[in-house]
């Protein structure tokens, strides 16, 4: 009778290119008529079953996840295939930032007070990606342009961008708004939100009343806007290399690319299948999800 281990997944922790993503054993059991019995296994857990034969560590089973109710999820390589589109390379839903932008306003004005504006778009959910565009439906002309934080957000933003009749070219102008950040050292000021880097933001000295706009010297029309929350550098960002891997008996690469936009996507991908996505450009954060109705589901 063998002795086998019930071994949990960490690729989620932090690795380096000298780590190999790996499971590490949590409890052990011994087999008998009755099967296996593991003692004292927390729920919530991602896991699955192995053996040492000859110092050789042998899978039994695919990947599963324990429920609260003590059923299982069980992640089978499937024969089926599909085509996957990612966002993202950990989980960005744990990430306050981008529910802070539920509510927020972005406004066009002739007054660089903004005290007559109208309201050129309403952010009603939480953004899943790095650059969500949006299209404009007034054909009026602004000369002001801007962003402004709902209650309690600290104007949480990174990128927004203003665009024209040319939908490929961002509008310029001189950039205003309320200055002061929460940190008090200048790192999070409204100017980060026109500076074109995803990884830097605006974090306003207060919990409300915080805006960055621009002026565009002469007024002119808004078609569409892009907007990018404050985030940790997770999402998809364009020219840095990934790499996907799937679950079978060991972790399988499904290939390198090189990011061109703010998302990824790959074919023929086994469907039911555990993944994790790499990022070998930057960042050291992963962890393991799997693809279902078209979004990628955190585990």
């Keep these: 009778m063998h002795r086998l281990l019930f071994h949990i997944s960490g690729p989620w922790q932090r690795y380096s290119n000298a780590v190999q993503l790996s499971w590490s054993p949590v409890a052990w059991g011994q087999v008998d008529?009755?099967?296996i019995v593991f003692q004292s296994i927390?729920?919530?857990?991602l896991v699955r079953a192995a053996t040492w034969i000859k110092g050789q560590q042998i899978f039994l089973t695919d990947p599963f996840m324990i429920n609260s109710d003590g059923t299982l999820d069980i992640f089978n390589?499937?024969?089926k295939k599909c085509t996957i589109n990612l966002y993202a390379k950990y989980n960005t839903q744990d990430e306050p930032f981008g529910a802070l932008m539920i509510g927020g306003v972005f406004q066009g004005s002739n007054d660089i007070h903004f005290n007559k504006s109208d309201t050129l778009y309403i952010i009603k959910e939480a953004p899943v990606r790095l650059n969500t565009v949006v299209k404009v439906q007034t054909s009026r002309k602004y000369q002001y342009v801007r962003y402004y934080g709902p209650q309690n957000s600290y104007c949480n933003i990174?990128?927004?961008v203003f665009f024209g009749k040319s939908a490929s070219i961002p509008l310029k102008g001189k950039i205003i708004g309320t200055p002061g950040c929460k940190e008090n050292d200048g790192s999070h000021e409204y100017t980060n939100v026109f500076d074109g880097k995803s990884w830097t933001s605006?974090?306003?000295k207060n919990s409300s009343g915080g805006w960055a706009g621009l002026d565009l010297e002469e007024p002119k029309q808004i078609t569409h806007i892009s907007y990018t929350p404050r985030n940790r550098d997770n999402y998809i960002r364009p020219g840095d290399v990934y790499e996907l891997l799937y679950c079978d008996k060991n972790w399988i690469s499904a290939g390198l690319q090189t990011a061109t936009s703010d998302s990824l996507t790959y074919n023929n991908i086994p469907q039911n299948t555990l993944l994790i996505l790499k990022n070998h450009?930057?960042?050291q954060q992963?962890?393991?999800?799997?693809?279902?109705?078209?979004k990628q589901i955190w585990l």
């Design 33 to 35: 008529d009755q099967g």
């Design 42 to 45: 927390e729920c919530g857990g």
């Design 77 to 79: 390589k499937h024969e």
């Design 158 to 160: 990174a990128e927004a």
């Design 202 to 204: 605006f974090n306003y």
């Design 281 to 283: 450009t930057r960042g």
């Design 286 to 294: 992963i962890r393991p999800f799997v693809y279902k109705e078209g």
